[in-house]
Every structure is written in C-alpha cells, then in structure tokens.
C-alpha cells in the first residue's frame, strides 16, 4: 500500500522557485501522484496529476523520477497568494484502501 | 464549474446524539468521499462510495456509517456522536473510470462534540 511522506513546513521568499518532495516506496503499478493546494476554511483544490516524468501546466510542474517512489511539485517564482498547505494523494480508484493523503506541507511565503 | 456542497459549515452536537452530515454534488459523479481532517494527520479517508448503494470503508470508519440512495447526494451519519468525533469533515466527488480523477471537495462542515 502507497503510505506517502512529506515534510511539515516549508519557509520561501516572494519569487524563489519552490520544490515540495512527497515520498510513497510503495507505490504500485496503477497508483497515480496527484497534488492538491489548501487554503484555511477550503477544502483542498486540485493543482497537478502524474504517472512518471514530467508534468507541467500553467500552476506548477511535476517531476517523477523512474522508480516513481517519490515525486516533486514545483512551484515557480511563488507569491504570497501561495501561502497554503500541500498534499500529495497516491492511488487510484479501483478501492477505499488505494487512495493515501499526505500529512501536508505547509509552505508559508515571506515578502 | 462542479459544485460540492455541504450542509452545514458549523456543526455543535452534544455527546451521545445522532449527526448527519449531507453532502451534494452537481456533476453526475459516480464516485463520492467523506474524509476527515485533523492538525497533524492530513486527509484520513473515513468511507468511499463508487455508486448508489454501493460504500467501501476506508482508514478510520470506526464510529461513522453511510448512506448513498442517490448519486448526487453522499451522508455521513455519525451514530451516537463522541468528543474524539470533533473535526473538520470534508465532503468531495470525482468521476469515475480508471486512474486517479480530480477530486472537488465541499468547502467543510466544522463539527464540535460537547
């Protein structure tokens, strides 16, 4: 089963490039890596889904390395809009027991 | 745009009584979650629906049980509510088919057990 890691908290400066790293060992062959953006009061949006290498739209990028037992979200030239908590999501829906949420970084932008 | 909502954003019970918590989705989604969410621990699945009538626990349903009579809509019932019940609960729904679909989550329904 695909338990993931990542870490607490993350500090950045106003226009740094920003990595969030998520740890899943187990991942299995069907499991895809999703990412999902929290604000306080909301519930957790959708920002970027992948299988394995890259991954790129207009918020962020995901880069998957072969092994697939991590995966990172890159945050580009980050603002202070992207204050937020992140959570890496690995499984897919074929069961209850194949779907794991992070714990959650939570990255706080500083001006 | 999908819709989740949810019944209520604030919620206070008292020990022992019987909650529900209502969840609607405006998609036809065939897939639907309550999750629970705590300082410290993340999302914790607590049950998943893939079609009417049709639920599979998840990590935590201890305490919780479910309803799905129709696809648009997804209840959370807690039986008999406890204080370790306090939470954030969190509704969402993706459509479903093979891979790992969008979740759309609800904006939160904050319950506090007294």
């Known amino acids: 089963l695909a338990k993931t890691t990542q870490p607490i908290s993350m500090d950045s400066y106003e226009g740094q490039e920003v990595n969030i790293t998520c740890s899943h060992n187990?991942?299995?062959?069907?499991?895809?890596i999703t990412w999902y953006q929290q604000f306080p009061s909301q519930g957790p949006r959708f920002i970027i889904q992948?299988?394995?290498t890259k991954v790129t739209n207009e918020v962020a990028s995901l880069f998957i390395p072969a092994d697939r037992k991590s995966s990172t979200l890159s945050l580009p030239r980050v603002s202070l809009s992207d204050t937020a908590v992140y959570y890496c999501?690995?499984?897919?829906?074929?069961?209850?027991?194949?779907?794991?949420f992070g714990t959650g970084t939570r990255l706080t932008v500083i001006p | 745009d999908v819709k989740v909502t949810q019944s209520s954003r604030y919620l206070v019970k008292r020990t022992g009584e019987k909650v529900f918590l209502e969840c609607v989705q405006d998609m036809d989604h065939e897939n639907m979650f309550w999750y629970r969410q705590d300082p410290g621990l993340g999302l914790r699945l607590i049950y998943f629906s893939y079609d009417v009538k049709m639920k599979e626990k998840g990590d935590i349903p201890e305490g919780y049980s479910v309803s799905r009579e129709k696809k648009e809509r997804f209840s959370l019932i807690l039986e008999s509510a406890s204080t370790n019940q306090t939470s954030m609960y969190l509704c969402?729904?993706?459509?479903?088919?093979?891979?790992?679909?969008?979740?759309?989550f609800g904006p939160g329904t904050r319950l506090t057990v007294t």
């Open positions: 999501l690995v499984g897919d829906y074929t069961g209850a027991n194949n779907l794991f």
């Open positions: 187990n991942i299995a062959t069907n499991d895809y």
């Open positions: 992948g299988y394995k």
């Open positions: 969402a729904s993706t459509q479903g088919g093979q891979g790992l679909h969008e979740q759309y």
